[in-house]
């Protein structure tokens, strides 16, 4: 059987998606959602993808497509998500699942109900370097006593990963510290049962502090210090060190290295070395399965609930 999927948003993000599936047996994307028809095109054309349109509604309503992928602005993710379940399609939604609680329990609530695999693209759980560690954890010959880690970009004007202007604002809290809560959290198998949250100035244009320092306590005692800034100047991304009873490790997405920067082969951890990839094959396996997949919009949804309770924090 091959898996029909339909793929919305053609950005930065999107084309990782597209080259990752690219890999993967018995899938076939076959429809192309994105606000601009001719660059919608442009990117189909390059990947053989036959429908295009503007719509969601459109690809939703081909009864050939059995999965839909989102890769939108996070202020449509939650509506989309709901739109694809009520369809009779399985979903993936790129993290985060919502930008608020309401908008999370609601997803939570209709994949229950229907039953559909509900997948959050937390991807963190999913690259190489971070399964090495978590393989460690669960093998009982590592264990986490303080994540540190740096979520710094350069974003003074609204801008994508690639560099090409946005249509939406991103936020510190609800897309990138998501990644880290959740992971936090998945790593050391042990719910957040403190967080603390503050920020710097609000953007005059922009809307959103741009800066951020959260602190997490899981239920197991191991702490988590994590710093984000769009103002960074520097070198770009996020970047994690495990500081743990045996062992340190530095992650920078996929690669890994010890407290001391020796690198470590994780070659051989997955069948991939693209946490993108990695994560579409969890979602299709899922499907061609029957079962729930890790990242499930359930397994997730502790992480909203700990962002939700930092925002009335901030916000007080």
């Known amino acids: 059987m091959t898996i029909k999927v339909a793929l919305a948003g053609a950005g930065a993000f999107g084309i990782k998606h597209l080259d990752g599936i690219k890999n993967i047996d018995g899938v ?69 699942l919502a930008d608020s609680l309401k908008g999370a329990e609601e997803v939570v609530a209709l994949q229950k109900q229907t039953g559909l695999v509900a997948m959050c693209g937390h991807t963190r759980r999913f690259n190489p370097s971070h399964q090495y560690v978590h ?57 957040i049962v403190q967080a603390n949250a503050i920020q710097g100035p609000i953007h005059p244009t922009l809307g959103i502090a741009m800066d951020m320092s959260i602190q997490l306590k899981a239920a197991n005692g191991a702490i988590c210090t994590l710093s984000l800034s769009f103002n960074n100047d520097g070198p770009l991304g996020t970047f994690f060190r495990y500081i743990g009873d045996t062992a340190t490790y530095i992650a920078r997405y996929d690669d890994l290295f010890t407290g001391k920067e020796e690198k470590i082969d994780v070659s051989q951890v997955a069948v991939s070395m693209n946490g993108i990839e990695l994560q579409d094959r969890e979602f299709f396996a899922a499907i061609k399965e029957g079962r729930e997949p890790n990242s499930s919009v359930a397994k997730v949804f502790n992480c909203y609930q700990v962002l939700h309770q930092l925002e009335q924090q901030l916000n007080g």
């Open 28 to 96: 076939e994307v076959v429809s192309l959602i994105s606000r601009d028809l001719e660059k919608t095109k442009a990117v189909a054309d390059q990947y053989g993808i036959k429908h295009i349109t503007t719509r969601l509604e459109d690809s939703l309503a081909l009864k050939e497509v059995d999965a839909v992928i989102l890769c939108t602005p996070t202020q449509m993710h939650a509506e989309q998500t709901l739109a694809c379940l009520k369809a009779g399609k399985h979903v993936q939604v790129e993290i985060p």
């Open 135 to 191: 393989n460690k954890i669960q093998a009982g010959e590592f264990n986490i006593q303080q994540m540190d880690v740096q979520t710094y970009f350069f974003r003074r004007t609204n801008m994508n990963a690639a560099g090409q202007p946005r249509s939406w604002t991103d936020h510190l809290l609800w897309h990138h510290a998501a990644h880290t809560v959740d992971l936090f959290a998945y790593q050391c198998n042990s719910p």
